[in-house]
Nanobody
Framework: QVQLVESGGGSVQAGESLRLSCAAS????????MGWFRQAPGKEREFVAS????????SYTDSVKGRFTSSRDNAGNTVYLQMNSLKAEDTAVYYC??????????????????WGQGTQVTVSS
């Protein structure tokens, strides 16, 4: 079983950048497809990005394409979400998640068995 801990959240102005990290322990991260999700107050948790086990493939929700980049360092057991040109609507708690599904990437919450505790991102306009 893998344990996930996110970090890197904070409060920024619109147009600025943040990089979230998700550190894994308990098992090698290379066994998992990794995903990023976010949840704004009063809204459902939604998919943001997914990165394949090798990092060769990625998937993004339309609203972040061209602004967010997910990558991974399997040797360091860490996954990253680089967020550029942040907007007020990106404000949410961001979660990383791990999936054992035999797929390259996945946008489905139910495919992810392991979740971190989340990190708050607040963007002021």
């Amino acid at each position: 079983q893998v344990q996930l801990v996110e970090s890197g959240g904070g409060s920024v102005q619109a147009g600025e950048s943040l990089r979230l990290s998700c550190a894994a322990s308990g098992r090698s991260l290379s066994s998992y497809v990794m995903g990023w999700f976010r949840q704004a107050p009063g809204k459902e948790r939604e998919f943001v990005a997914s990165v394949s086990r090798t990092g060769a493939r990625t998937s993004y929700t339309d609203s972040v394409k061209g602004r967010f980049t997910s990558s991974r360092d399997n040797a360091g057991n860490t996954v990253y979400l680089q967020m550029n040109s942040l907007k007020a609507e990106d404000t949410a708690v961001y979660y990383c998640a791990a999936s054992m599904r035999p797929v390259y990437v996945t946008q489905l919450k139910q495919d992810y068995a392991y979740w971190g505790q989340g990190t708050q991102v607040t963007v002021s306009s």
